[in-house]
């Protein structure tokens, strides 16, 4: 798992590939939320292209969305993460954390089955993936010291 930001665009790109454990999560998550260039509620496009297993059961997904709203907090406008869920096993995985982030009400969810639609939602005006990495003007991660509680992590 990695990611990246663009500020140009306001937009952060995750990619998610092979097998990820919630503890490879945590992990980028927490470098994220340190990171030189976070900023609270930027839209998140997470890519799912290459997951081929989410090592993680309904309590941990549980568990991963109780720790990204605990972020969240009471903030009015929550941020959306648009996942890109092309294969069968990538979209039961994010329809699942979308179907518990809506009871929950915390981050607003969606999740796409096109390059396109992904795009779209989050109002990207480029061809493809592949073309909005090369011309976005993402930044590689530049975490800061930690200074996330490791409370706030642990908090699920």
Known sequence: ???LISNELDVVYARWSGAVAL????????MYLNDENYVLGRPDLCDFSGLEVLDADFNQIWSA???VNAVEGKKKDKTHTVIYAPSEIAYGSARMYQSLAE????VKVTVCRTE???????NLDFSSIDDLLDRGHFLLPNPREAKVSQSTLDCC
């Open 65 to 67: 969305l109780n720790m």
């Open 23 to 30: 503890d490879q999560f945590r992990a980028m998550f927490e």
């Open 103 to 106: 009871y929950e009400g915390g």
């Open 116 to 122: 396109a639609e992904t795009l779209a939602v989050l």
């Open 1 to 3: 798992m990695n990611y």
